[in-house]
């Protein structure tokens, strides 16, 4: 079984300030992760995704994440937040590329001027 | 590519109607997957099809519920004798067999009064 923890519910962070927003996973095969971020009342939208090439993944809007095997982590990071990001993002991870995801609760991040 | 399509956007019923939703993903894919997103909560994975043919359902998905997918095109998800548990939103991906990744709609989100 897969699963996906999502450390901090809610993370708050001023305007051009560093993003880092955690995900821990549990897979007992190679695992293909994603970053999803979703805003209000919409559905969600791939920042990034892992697929057993790069460990250093590149996303849209300046996001990246790193995949650590040692620690089973895939964290979210962008260097300077812009108030357009306040929403909430959803790590995920599957046994392959298109079978059912498996999703952590979210984390909502607010950006403050 | 008009993306996945779902309809209705927003569906408010009373408790003990059916109601259905529908999904168009896209055209060459040929995975397509359910979740229901609660409030405060990440997507949780109700069924999914490749082609018609359903794969897998979820324990999620009590007798109430039932997806169909009768052309290996669009799908249905249809909902029997709602209860206010069934608030929720209603989401549907699509994926290649041989491509990496899922395209969410923007779901449906259903009220039960």
């Known amino acids: 079984a897969q699963s996906v923890t999502q450390l901090g519910s809610h993370v708050s962070v001023s305007e051009g300030a560093l993003v880092l927003l955690r995900c821990n996973y549990s897979s007992s095969v190679p695992p293909y992760l994603f970053w999803y971020v979703q805003y209000p009342n919409q559905g969600l939208q791939l920042l990034l995704k892992?697929?057993?090439?790069?460990?250093l993944v590149k996303g849209i809007n300046g996001f990246e994440a790193e995949f650590k095997k040692s620690e089973t982590s895939f964290h979210l990071t962008k260097p300077s937040a812009h108030m357009s990001d306040a929403a909430e993002y959803f790590c995920?991870?599957?046994?392959?590329?298109?079978?059912?995801?498996?999703f952590g609760k979210g984390t909502r991040l607010s950006v403050i001027a | 590519d008009t993306g996945v399509s779902q309809d209705p956007r927003h569906k408010i019923t009373k408790r003990g109607q059916n109601v259905t939703f529908r999904c168009d993903p896209i055209s060459e894919h040929n995975r397509l997957y359910w979740y229901r997103q609660t409030l405060g909560q990440g997507p949780e994975f109700l069924t999914y099809f490749q082609n018609e043919a359903q794969l897998e359902k979820s324990r999620l998905l009590s007798d109430r519920f039932s997806a169909e997918r009768p052309k290996g095109s669009f799908s249905t998800l249809e909902i029997q004798r709602t209860e206010q548990g069934d608030s929720a939103m209603y989401l549907c991906a699509s994926s290649s067999l041989h491509r990496d990744g899922y395209t969410f709609g923007s779901g449906t989100r259903l009220t039960v009064v």
């Open positions: 892992y697929t057993s090439a790069a460990t």
């Open positions: 995920a991870v599957s046994q392959a590329g298109n079978t059912p995801l498996v």
